[in-house]
């Protein structure tokens, strides 16, 4: 086994690092103040190909493999997390769903508006009553005619809805059928019958919209149908173990952000006539993080290489173990960051507090820790039970 990073990926690692400090990471105080993300440094995203590292060069993107991709979004990840969410969304939930189920027509339209980062693509799947248990969505999806499709009904918490152009939309054909009962469609922004409604005000991450979508006799072409009627809920599953994938990677860039702080913050502040990190309280501290954040990377590193295998279950399960172990090691990384601190890593005037509560989400979003811990377990009762019939 080969730990080291191909010489091509440590030039890209080395570039998006550089282009992340010198052209995102000075905007961070401003945007977290007027919760506006300045256009020059939505350009420099677009410039690096940071809205299509994943997308395949045929389609307008850096057909970066997902190894690449997640390099990229862990170098993101350590500046304001307004940018991850615009880019970053938009190379996995916004884009999968046209990559892995679009037709060849569509992919052409579609995929090099988005890999240009000049159209944003948003996926919407959670409603009110149906977030865990997704496949419970009341949104409706009924036949008008031989062309068409009519959608009805409402959607919550869709990041980049004000800003999208262009929706992946999840509807039940048949709710008695459950997971089995639901379609995926695309759906443009200004389709009669399509509103973008209120943007839900959130913990973190200011200068990125969530924000409800209302769906009132929406009337879509039955060619926008992505992967069949009834393989809706599937195509949702698999988009978002990249998105898991690349989330896994965040958490480890913004865990590295906040170590360099503390290493920072201990090697300048005295108390007790010592450097902090010279107290063994703090060194110790400081050690448990470095120990997480290297076994979280490795975990992160691989989900990304399995991705780009060929064993499904191999990569869902790895793709939830990374989020899951990453979002608890850069909370508790985050959460000690702030303790190193003390007073100033709660106040507003450090990054720390912002990072602390930007990174509360990953346990939430694109699937909770549940069930992330869900995934797993039920992989292991497969594995145990096949082993058992065949004993
Ligand atoms: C910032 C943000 C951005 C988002 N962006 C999008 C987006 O772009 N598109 C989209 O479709 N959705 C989006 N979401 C929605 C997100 O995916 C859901 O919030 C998430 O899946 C959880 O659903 P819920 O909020 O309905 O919680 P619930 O499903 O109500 O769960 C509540 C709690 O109960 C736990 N729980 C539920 N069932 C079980 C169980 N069987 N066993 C143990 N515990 C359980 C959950 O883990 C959770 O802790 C976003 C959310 C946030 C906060």
Known sequence: ??????????????????????????????????????????????????????????????GLSMLGSCLAIEEIAKAHTAFYYLSGVNVHIGSKPIEFAGTEEQKRRWLPELASGR??????????????????????????????????????????AP??????????????????????????????????????????GRGSHHAELLFDGCRVPAANMLAGEGKGFALAMRCLDAGRTHWGAYCVGAAQRLLDLAVARASSRETFGQ????????EWMLADMAAALHGARLVAYEAAWRYDGDDASARTRAAAMSKLIGADMVQKVADTTLQI????????????????????VVRIL???SEMMRRIVARDLYRTADRRNAVV
């Open 1 to 62: 086994m080969d730990f080291a990073l191909s010489p091509d990926l440590v030039r890209w690692q080395e570039r998006v690092r550089a282009f992340v400090a010198e052209e995102l990471q000075p905007h961070d105080a401003a945007i977290e103040e007027t919760g506006r993300v300045p256009e020059e440094a939505i350009e420099g995203l677009r410039r690096m190909g940071l809205f299509g590292t994943n997308t395949p060069t045929a389609y307008g993107g850096l």
């Open 119 to 160: 159209l944003i693509g948003a996926f919407a799947l959670t409603e009110r009553g149906a977030g865990s248990d997704a496949a419970r969505l009341a949104m409706t999806a009924r036949r008008d005619g031989a062309d068409h499709y009519v959608l009805d009904g409402r959607k919550i918490y869709i990041t980049n």
């Open 163 to 204: 800003e999208a152009g262009l929706f992946t939309v999840f509807a039940t054909l048949d709710p008695a059928l459950g997971s089995r009962g639901i379609a995926a469609f695309l759906v443009e922004a200004g389709t009669p019958g399509l509103r973008v409604g209120r943007t839900t005000e959130m913990a973190a």
């Open 275 to 282: 450097r902090l990190r010279e107290h063994q309280g703090v």
């Open 341 to 360: 601190y003390g007073g100033a890593g709660y106040s507003k005037e450090e990054p720390v507090e912002r990072i602390w509560r930007e990174t509360r």
């Open 366 to 368: 694109d699937g909770t």
